[in-house]
């Protein structure tokens, strides 16, 4: 949604017709992951209803809190978790899963691991993996 609103300059943010366009547009680019494209699946029906809050300045955060009421699948969905330059600190607030994804991500097994604390050690000491292809 911010992608969107990023596009459209002021007065076009609070014109419905312009906003629902602006997320079609979006929606048709060919480099949308497939997170994005689910998105773009849930909010085509319901463009108007997205595009009424949108126009007033609504937050992106409250927009999706809002929307969620008719469509719960929106808000639903997942992004990966950003691993650069993560701190210790900013580990201790993933979930387990999470932490297990960014292992999976890498293709590190956490063999043994059953606390919180050694999937986030596992985590630190495959830093050195993170964004490398497997080709």
Same mark, same amino acid.
């Given at each position: 949604m911010q992608d969107v609103r990023d596009t459209l300059d002021k007065p076009s943010q609070k014109d419905k017709p312009k906003i629902e366009k602006a997320l079609g547009e979006h929606?048709? *680019?060919d480099t949308l992951s497939a997170r994005e494209r689910k998105i773009c699946y849930y909010v085509d029906p319901i463009k108007r209803d997205v595009a009424?809050?949108?126009s007033l300045g609504m937050p992106v955060d409250r927009l999706?809190?809002?929307?969620? *009421?008719?469509?719960? @699948? &929106?808000?639903?969905?997942?992004f990966p978790v950003k691993t650069e330059n993560l @701190?210790? *600190? #900013?580990?201790?607030?993933?979930r387990v899963k999470q932490l297990k994804s960014?292992?999976?991500d890498r293709g590190v097994e956490c063999k043994g691991c059953v606390e919180k604390e050694e999937f &986030?050690?596992?985590?630190? #000491?495959t830093e050195h993996l993170?964004?490398? #292809?497997e080709f």
């Open positions: 929606c048709k *680019k009424q809050p949108f999706c809190k809002r929307i969620n *009421k008719s469509n719960p @699948e &929106i808000c639903g969905v997942k @701190e210790k *600190k #900013d580990l201790t607030k993933l960014i292992l999976m &986030i050690k596992m985590v630190q #000491d993170a964004g490398q #292809d």
